[in-house]
């Protein structure tokens, strides 16, 4: 993890962003280093315990952990962004509807869950579900639908 922020020159005007898999890291890097102020998701896979019931990707979860939930539970509580806190940091999670690879609810419910803890455990987290939008679509800039991922990096970056 990041020791600090002076050391690697990130200001407050950094962005940490990952699509699939990558959204599930960043999320993760977010709650482990405090620096980080802003974290987009998009089409993450938010839940690990929920990627490894449905066997997401032939069971990557498994492998990317060296474990199943009940084999390896220290790995699956600091790896995944539902049981983790980041209190620190803006979070924007966003979905296609038409997501066929992670589905849209990764993201619905963990948006849900986080904005229903009381008081100081609630988080600074919002949820950009695209109309129709598959799973590729929030990364290939010459989709419409990367127009709406740009805006609101550039909104986090103001």
């Known amino acids: 993890m990041l020791q600090n922020a002076e050391r690697y020159k990130l200001n407050s005007k950094a962005i940490v962003m990952g699509h699939s898999a990558g959204g599930q890291l960043?999320?993760?890097?977010?709650?482990?280093?405090?620096?980080?102020?802003?974290?987009?998701?998009?089409?993450?896979?938010?839940?690990?315990?929920?990627?490894?019931?449905?066997?997401l990707s032939n069971d990557a979860v498994v492998?990317?952990?060296?474990?199943?939930?009940?084999?390896?539970?220290?790995?699956?509580?600091?790896?995944?962004?539902?049981?983790?806190?980041?209190?620190?940091?803006?979070?924007?999670?966003i979905h296609g509807s038409g997501d066929d690879t992670v589905p849209p609810d990764f993201s619905?419910?963990?948006?849900?869950a986080k904005q229903k803890r009381p008081g100081k455990e609630r988080e600074d987290v919002h949820l950009l579900e695209i109309a129709g939008a598959g799973h590729i679509d929030l990364i290939d800039p010459r989709t419409p639908v990367w127009k709406r991922v740009e805006e609101i990096v550039l909104q986090l970056a103001a």
Not at 108 to 112: G, I, K, P, T
């Open 108 to 112: 619905r419910d963990y948006v849900s």
């Open 63 to 93: 492998e990317f952990l060296r474990g199943k939930p009940d084999e390896v539970p220290d790995h699956y509580r600091e790896a995944d962004p539902t049981m983790l806190s980041i209190p620190q940091a803006a979070q924007w999670l």
């Open 26 to 55: 960043a999320l993760c890097l977010a709650a482990h280093e405090s620096s980080i102020t802003r974290v987009v998701s998009l089409a993450g896979v938010v839940d690990l315990h929920r990627a490894y019931q449905l066997h």
